[in-house]
C-alpha cells in the first residue's frame, strides 16, 4: 500500500513553546491531507481537512490560530501547535487521499507530550 | 444515535477463530466504506476499501457491506495473535472526503 511518513513520531516539548509535525506522502501524490488527533481509547477526531495551495479547512471547534496547517507541495502538509499547553498533550495523526483517488492512508502518528 | 456506531469490545478469541467485526450507521449517503486496524500507540492501516454494497476478500479478511441494512462487516479467518490490535471502521458519502470512524473494536487472539 501508499505509504505516509509523519515525523517526528515522538515529541516533548515546554509549556508554551510551537511545535512541528509534517505529514508526507511518500509514493503519491496527495491534492488533500488530514489531521487527527487521539486520545487513548478514542477514536480519530478530526481536526481539519488541508488541499495543496489552499487555506485549510477547520472542523467546529478547532482553533485555527492555535492548529496552523500548511499544505505547501502534493507530498507535504505541517501542523504546527503554537503556543502549546498540557492539555495538547495527545497522538496526532495525518492521512493523505491519493490524488484522483478514493483511498486514504495514514501516518505512523506523532505523540506530543507538553511538559 | 451516533452517525456511525462500533462495539468497542474488548473482544478476545483463541487463535485459529473466526472473528466477526461489526459496525452500524445511520447515513444512507454512505458510499466508500474501509476498515482500518490500528496496533498500540501506532496509525491505523487501511485493510479493506470498499464501494456500496457487496462482498471483497483479500487472504483472511472479507468485508461485507449491506446498505439496506446499514451494516458492515469485517471477517477474519484463522485468526493469528498477530491480527490483536483495535480495528476500527470509517465510511464517507461520495461528495464529502471526511471520514466518519466507529470508535474501534479492541481484539485479543490468545495463542
Known amino acids: 500500500g501508499a505509504v505516509v511518513s509523519q515525523h517526528p513520531s515522538r515529541v516533548i516539548c515546554k509549556s508554551g513553546t510551537s511545535v512541528k509535525i509534517e505529514c508526507r506522502s511518500l509514493?503519491?501524490?496527495?491534492?488533500?491531507m488530514f489531521w487527527y488527533r487521539q486520545f487513548p481509547k478514542q477514536s480519530l477526531m478530526l481536526m481539519a481537512t488541508?488541499?495543496?495551495?489552499?487555506?485549510?479547512?477547520?472542523e467546529q471547534g478547532v482553533e485555527k490560530d492555535k492548529f496552523l496547517i500548511n499544505h505547501a507541495s502534493l507530498t507535504l502538509s505541517t501542523l504546527t501547535v503554537t503556543s502549546a499547553h498540557p492539555e495538547d498533550s495527545s497522538f496526532y495523526i495525518c492521512?493523505?487521499?491519493?490524488?484522483?483517488?478514493?483511498?486514504?492512508?495514514f501516518g505512523e502518528g506523532s505523540w506530543l507530550t507538553v511538559v | 444515535q451516533k452517525e456511525v456506531e462500533q462495539d468497542p469490545g474488548p473482544l478476545s478469541v483463541p487463535e485459529g477463530a473466526i472473528v466477526s467485526l461489526n459496525c452500524t450507521y445511520s447515513?444512507?449517503?454512505?458510499?466508500?466504506f474501509m476498515w482500518y486496524r490500528q496496533y498500540s500507540r501506532k496509525g491505523p492501516e487501511l485493510l479493506m476499501y470498499?464501494?456500496?454494497?457487496g462482498n471483497k476478500e483479500d487472504g483472511r479478511f472479507t468485508a461485507q457491506v449491506d446498505k439496506s441494512s446499514k451494516y458492515i462487516s469485517l471477517f477474519i479467518r484463522d485468526s493469528q495473535p498477530s491480527d490483536s490490535a483495535t480495528y476500527l471502521c470509517?465510511?464517507?458519502?461520495?461528495?464529502?472526503?471526511?471520514?466518519?470512524f466507529g470508535k474501534g473494536t479492541k481484539l485479543t487472539v490468545n495463542p
Open positions: 492521512s493523505a487521499r491519493v490524488e484522483r483517488g478514493n483511498t486514504i492512508y
Open positions: 509514493d503519491f501524490q496527495a491534492t488533500t
Open positions: 488541508s488541499n495543496e495551495g489552499s487555506k485549510a479547512t477547520y
Open positions: 447515513n444512507s449517503a454512505f458510499q466508500y
Open positions: 470498499t464501494y456500496s454494497s
Open positions: 470509517a465510511m464517507r458519502e461520495g461528495g464529502s472526503e471526511k471520514l466518519v
